[in-house]
């Protein structure tokens, strides 16, 4: 065989081989897989209006942690990709307040007047991410986009502790709307996502109670910080 024919064949073998790899790289591939993970709240501009209590908006910070369960699907084409997933979650909240009725010196310290609040929901988010970082075995990707959450109002659990008040109720609101910003470490099959969810909607709900029908007011806005681990396939 001549040099030059020799040659010929070689550039066209390795043509041929980066087409092909180009092909693999830009067709439509559809993953799916499993994680799960904790979520825990952060709150913002939040107030209650309860009577005789001030709200204390300093000292509320995320000190509940909330659970995810989540299957997901990914369609991704070259380094893009479009992720949604179905996030079964328990949130938990925790918010404390100042008794302004009792304005004596007291004998001892009294117990803090607090609400704890335990939601189930699903959160579903349509993200679109990019693989800054693509190998076989290993790889690195930012994504973001919208995250909705519906929760199942009739299955929370509501305690409000140590008010005069003694049967307060919260009306939840059904839906939050957050927007998602996240970190994805894939090493083989095993994944690795942390995010951070801006509230996007102010929730204003109505407190009641029932023993004497008197109504009070909530306002907040709370972001959530989270990380899962999963398998992808």
């Not at 910070?61 to 893009?80: A, D, E, H, M, V």
């Not at 992720?83 to 009792?102: H, M, P, S, V």
């Not at 994504?143 to 502790?161: A, C, H």
Request: glycine content about 6%.
């Amino acid at each position: 065989m001549k040099r030059s024919t020799l040659i010929a064949t070689i550039l066209m073998l390795c043509a041929s081989i980066a087409a092909a790899q180009s092909t693999e790289e830009n067709r439509l591939k559809l993953n799916y897989g499993i994680k799960a993970g904790f979520q825990a709240i952060t709150y913002n501009h939040t107030d209650f209006d309860i009577e005789g209590y001030t709200f204390n908006d300093n000292t509320i910070q995320s000190n509940k942690i909330g659970y995810t369960f989540t299957p997901f699907l990914r369609l991704t084409k070259g380094k893009f990709y479009i992720q949604t997933e179905a996030a079964l979650g328990i949130t938990r909240y925790n918010f404390d307040f100042k008794d302004n009725n009792n304005t004596a010196t007291p004998v001892f310290t009294p117990a803090t007047a607090e609400y704890d609040l335990t939601t189930y929901n699903i959160q579903i988010p349509l993200l679109v991410g990019y693989n800054f970082i693509s190998y076989e075995n290993y790889g690195m990707s930012v994504f973001t986009g919208p995250r909705v959450k519906f929760i199942f109002t009739s299955l929370s659990d509501q305690d409000f502790l140590h008010f005069k008040h003694e049967q307060l109720m919260e009306e939840l609101n059904k839906r939050d709307i957050h927007w998602e910003l996240g970190l994805g470490i894939r090493i083989f099959n095993v994944i690795m996502d942390i995010t951070y969810d801006w509230g996007l909607s102010m929730n204003k709900t109505k407190i009641t109670d029932k023993e004497s029908g008197a109504i009070f007011t909530s306002k907040r806005n709370d972001s959530t910080l989270g990380f899962s681990v999963g398998f992808i396939f």
